[in-house]
């Protein structure tokens, strides 16, 4: 099976192209199909019939069948793509809603910052540490207060990632530490909230057009 996908690559493109459609409509196993996919990201081009295909593997009942399919559709980089990525985003899989998050964010940059900014109160812990990573690595200053409520999140993991983009965005440590005592903690925190208050006006008006999700 590998070395029939392989040689996909070596035969025109929509001989190619149908091949893998043909493959795909028979086949019933999760795991091939993702295999599938993931061939067809290869060889794709500016392809219709990929772009279908993605698209119809996109509403998959298997998550990672679905996921497989998002993650190509996710680099077409255009409007159709970025609504139905975004379409997912309040999947009620933890996991489908951290991969729809990085998808958005890797591919479309600040335009997922409405949707990163409301993942700061998802239920999961890993989409709300997604989300601020995030921030740090667009060095969004709209993200700012929320990262600085972070700080106070029940989750370790969290609280580090909120802490560490606060760092990337403005360039200052007050030192806060996950493992330190409370009250250390609250000490950087409160270092974080007077800073903020005192410089905030300095930042101007935000470099991002941050819309509602």
Known sequence: ????????????RPLALKLLERSLAAEGDTLRIIESLNVLETIKGDSALARQLFNKYSGHLDSAVSLAALR???KYRDDESF???????KDKDPEVRHRILNYLCW?????????????????????????????????????????ITLLNDPDK????????????????????????????????????????RENQAKFGRPKHNVAAA
């Open 157 to 196: 993991d969290v609280q580090e990632s909120a802490n560490s983009s606060l760092k990337k965005i403005t360039g200052k440590d007050f030192g806060f530490n996950p493992s330190a005592s409370q009250a250390r903690r609250d000490e950087a925190v409160d270092g974080w909230n007077k800073w903020w």
């Open 83 to 89: 609504n139905l990525v975004a379409s997912h985003i």
């Open 107 to 147: 591919n479309f940059e600040e335009r997922c910052l409405s949707f990163a900014l409301a993942a700061f109160h998802d239920g999961d812990h890993r989409v709300r540490r997604t989300a601020a990573l995030i921030m740090g690595s667009l060095k969004a200053e709209e993200a700012m207060t929320g990262l």
């Open 1 to 12: 099976r590998k070395a029939a996908q392989a040689e996909l690559k070596n035969i025109p």
């Open 72 to 74: 190509s559709i996710a």
